[in-house]
């Protein structure tokens, strides 16, 4: 039996379901199913210009394995530009990190739910000195 | 807006209870009026699932933020669902009028 594969932790998932190609030829050449920890790996290294070892660790994985899925995650994405496929984003093997803050002045962690993301202050303290937190 | 705050007794000079789903009494404050009331955990001393049922219990009462001294997994993941806010205090020795008081 091949090993239990780990979670891949991420931060947020990706902002859209896929992309697909317009003025292809053929209007239904297939499509690739992008992982969302292979766009995690794509967006760290690529957007956020981490190397792989600080990325790894922020995925919860080893240099190694992050290396395969950033691999898988280039040769996906060329192969969907090359053959002008759809690309489809799908869960795959990621976690979702919760996003967990510190507030600086009371030292509360605390969550900020999705529809008051815009509220940023401490909710025992009203401060604004808050911080992300990456708690497992 | 209702707030929650895990309580080890059914007074405001009671100690703040460090557990989620197997806190004692749950103290629900009104933040608009600054009213309380009480509750005691029926979960306490429940086997598996006291996290899941509370989050449950929160639902029902229409709390939009739980202050507690951790949450389990699951019910992170549930309250996260339910849009409630979370909020983590790590300091001992507080009681439940302390929190109150520090809120407003």
Not at chain 1, 29 to 58: F, I, P
Not at chain 1, 62 to 71: K, L, P
Request: proline share 4%.
């Amino acid at each position: 039996m091949p090993r239990r594969r780990r979670l891949r932790r991420m931060v947020s998932p990706p902002g859209f379901k896929g992309y697909r190609p317009y003025g292809a030829n053929s209007d239904d050449s297939g499509y690739v199913e992008l992982l969302y920890e292979e766009y995690e790996a794509l967006k760290l290294a690529d957007y956020n210009l981490m190397n792989h070892l600080e990325a790894s660790k922020l995925m919860g994985v080893s240099r190694a394995t992050f290396a395969r899925i950033y691999e898988s995650a280039r040769r996906k994405i060329a192969q969907a530009l090359v053959e002008s496929k759809e690309i489809k984003t799908v869960y795959g093997n990621a976690h979702l990190d919760k996003d967990w803050y510190v507030c600086n002045d009371c030292y509360v962690r605390f969550t900020i739910p999705r529809p008051h993301r815009h509220r940023h202050h401490c909710p025992m303290c009203k401060s604004e000195k808050i911080e992300l937190v990456n708690q497992k | 807006m209702k707030t929650v705050i895990t309580s080890t007794g059914n007074g405001v000079n009671s100690q703040f209870d460090k557990r989620f789903g197997r806190a004692a009494w749950f103290c629900v404050l009104d933040e608009e009026t600054g009213k309380t009331e009480f509750y005691e955990n029926p979960n306490k001393d429940a086997q598996g699932g006291a996290g899941t049922k509370t989050v449950e219990k929160m639902v029902e009462l229409g709390v939009s933020k739980v202050i507690s001294g951790d949450f389990g997994p699951k019910a992170k993941d549930l309250l996260d669902k339910f849009n409630i806010q979370m909020v983590i205090i790590q300091d001992d020795d507080v009681t439940v009028e302390d929190v109150i008081r520090k809120i407003k």
